[in-house]
């Protein structure tokens, strides 16, 4: 045992606990380098491969939208509409594009800050906006919170040419509307002495709270993407898509809105394929350990076909135990324990390692060894011969 421990560490557990160790259970006992898949690389290879997933699902959908926003028909917004809808089956167009000046179908919003500005939808917010100490980073970085957000709209119309009018249904359910901020202030928080003591304690220090209005103002253009009707009341209106299309609002042209969507998907398709070559790149990694291990496996193999055809060819001692075989003297039976394998002490050392020469085990206790490196010199054992004692 103690010289096994001097050795190397694996060898107390070859020692105490695979005996006989034979080159299939080997793996299994000293460490799992025969199991191909790592806990931490299979958390890497699923996380890869769950989020690469979820952005190419996102990427599909965005994908799917450009392409009807690409596919759906425009209409200028006239007379002729309400006539084209009259003839079309059902009096409804599926997904079509209109564009025109906004106008309250009652009274219209006043804002609340800015005088004599009127609108259709208005969104008031109250941001908080402060520093807080970092720990990791040991920095005050910025941090934001909405503290109060109100969203008022009125029924209101797309008017374009000749008096021609579309009324716009749930306009708070569409995407892609920039209302334009009319109103914008900064309360700036102001502190004592005792103040600035209490934010280094708590590590939060208040900058001021941010106050802003936006609004969607009347006579502002808006183009608008959704299911086109012409309802029992003779009124043409503008709602989401039964179908599920996406609806849209938007104060820019819809070349512009187009071109917005389609840089989206582009960005979602990028970080898909990010993550799916990170996957990938995990399972490189452990493909190569893997092919590195049934190297060394290999390597074993072919050492121990050509001890075996060296054995065939001449007699070794190797069964013989190095006690028994010289039980005769006393004075033998010393010189016969020096000749035992340094690893089990039983057995007669019966190979010499190459390239450092040394002799110094067994041959089973060779074919156990953890890596294939020399037990006394660790230098790596390139081949193995038989020792012939004359
Ligand atoms: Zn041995
Ligand atoms: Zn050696």
Not at 114 to 124: D, F, H
Not at 210 to 222: N, S
Not at 331 to 346: F, K, P, R, W, Y
Request: glycine residues 8%; proline residues 4%; aromatic residues 8%.
């Amino acid at each position: 045992m103690s010289v096994c421990l001097s050795v190397s560490p694996l060898c107390v557990c070859l020692s105490l606990h695979c005996r006989p160790v034979t080159r299939e259970v080997r793996g299994v006992c000293c460490g799992m380098e025969e199991f191909p898949l790592r806990t931490v690389e299979g958390l890497c290879l699923g996380t890869s491969l769950a989020v690469s997933g979820l952005f190419f699902y996102i990427y599909r959908k965005k994908r799917k939208s450009v392409d009807k926003l690409n596919e759906a028909p425009q209409f200028t917004l006239d007379g002729k509409l309400a006539e084209l809808l009259n003839v079309t089956p059902g009096k409804c167009l599926q997904y079509a594009v209109i564009e025109g000046a906004v106008h309250p179908v009652g009274e219209p919003l006043r804002s609340q800050f800015q005088e004599g500005n009127v609108g259709v939808m208005q969104k008031l917010m109250l941001r908080e906006h402060k520093l807080v100490w970092n720990n990791l980073a040991r920095t005050w970085t910025d941090s934001e919170r909405v503290l109060h957000q109100r969203v008022n709209a009125v029924p209101f119309n797309l008017v374009g040419s000749d008096k021609a009018c579309v009324r716009v249904l749930c306009p708070l359910e569409a995407s892609g509307l920039e209302m334009e901020i009319i109103h914008e202030k900064f309360h700036q928080a102001t502190y004592g002495f005792s103040d600035i003591i209490g934010q280094y304690l708590s590590g939060e220090k208040p900058k001021g709270q941010l106050e802003t209005e936006e609004m969607l103002k009347v006579g502002a253009t808006v183009t608008g993407v959704g299911e086109l009707i012409l309802d029992t009341d003779r009124v043409l209106k503008l709602r989401p898509p039964a179908d599920g299309s996406e609806y849209f609002l938007s104060t820019t042209d819809f070349d512009t809105l187009r071109l917005e969507q389609e840089s989206q998907a582009a960005v979602w398709r990028v970080l898909a394929s990010v993550f799916a070559l990170a996957g990938a790149a995990v399972l490189l990694w452990v493909g190569r350990r893997y092919y590195r291990s049934l190297r060394v496996r290999w390597d074993q193999e072919r050492l121990r076909r050509e001890y075996e055809s060296l054995v065939a060819g001449g007699t070794v001692p190797e069964t013989g135990s190095a006690t028994g075989a010289t039980a005769e003297g006393s004075g033998e039976q010393e010189t016969a324990l020096e000749n035992a394998c340094v690893i089990c002490l039983t057995q007669a050392r019966s190979c010499v390692l190459l390239d450092c020469g040394h002799v110094c085990c067994c041959y089973s206790c060779y074919q156990a060894l953890p890596q294939p490196t020399c037990p006394i010199c660790r230098q790596t054992i390139n081949r193995v011969v038989p020792l012939f004692q004359a």
